[in-house]
């Protein structure tokens, strides 16, 4: 795989929620590959909007797909090629019976027409590696209340894994410790501790969750553990608890972050 330079992570947005300050999650790698929507337009100027080639869906819920919506209308007026988004067919079935439906929102998968729409899905194979936007895909199926995958991008080089909205889980640590140029790891943590067991019946992760899932991962020299949706109404509370756990190279997310890999 040919590329020139490191691969660039932007953070748009990494909140569980949305409030003055909080945005909910979009993230951009390489300026044209954005890894979930829930604020997507709202991170970019038109013209980055225009660059932008794929979205990558972890799973179907609105805090994750919601921007899509202005992504296409804002592609449709610019003209110039589709946007393609993907993900695994039950994530892209769900956009296209409840998003995509011509009720909630116009189908772009057929405007300006079907032969040349403004949105072209990518049904993406769990487990089974693909190129996007120049960068190896693979996606691995987590534990959430709806189905959800992480992902892990490979430029050749370094790699990075964003685990999509999960609580326990155990094929996606098995997948990483396969992979020796693993740079960074995006995982989230959405409630406090006190909070647990709402936690674990939404699929989501807690400062005590989180310590133990990194513990399923073999190896971790090196690798940067970047942290995205915390709720807003619990954010001092998380950050508090994450940092008793005494932790090394984990850092929480910010609105407008840059990293190099």
């Known amino acids: 795989m040919d590329r020139v330079g490191a691969m660039k992570l932007r953070i748009l947005g990494c909140h569980g929620g949305t409030s003055l300050g909080h945005r909910n999650v979009a993230f951009l790698v390489d300026e044209r590959l954005a890894l979930d929507a829930g604020s997507l337009a709202g991170g970019l100027t038109l013209e980055e909007q225009a660059r932008l080639e794929a979205v990558l869906v972890s799973h179907a819920h609105i805090d994750h797909v919601g921007e899509l919506a202005a992504i296409c209308d804002v592609r449709a007026q610019q003209g110039g090629p589709g946007i393609v988004v993907a993900g695994i067919r039950p994530v892209l079935d769900a956009l296209r019976e409840h998003f995509f439906n011509d009720v909630l929102w116009p189908d772009f998968a057929a405007i300006p027409s079907k032969e040349r729409p403004v949105l072209r899905w990518l049904e993406i194979e769990a487990e089974r590696a693909c190129d996007l936007c120049g960068l190896s895909l693979l996606a691995v199926p987590v534990h959430h209340s709806v189905p959800c995958t992480g992902f892990v991008l490979d430029d050749g080089r370094a790699s990075i894994a964003y685990s999509g909205d999960t609580g326990p889980t155990d094929r996606l ?69 994450v940092a008793a756990l005494g932790l090394e190279n984990v850092r929480l997310l910010a609105p407008g972050d840059r990293f190099e890999f």
């Open 173 to 241: 640590w098995r997948v990483l410790d396969d992979r020796p140029n693993l740079r960074a790891l995006v995982l989230e943590i959405s409630f406090p501790d006190r909070l647990g067991e709402l936690a674990r019946r939404s699929g989501h992760l807690t400062p005590h969750s989180f310590r133990a899932e990194l513990e399923k991962l073999r190896c971790r020299t090196s690798l940067s553990i970047l942290v995205y949706g915390l709720k807003p109404l619990h954010e001092e509370r998380i950050a508090a608890e």
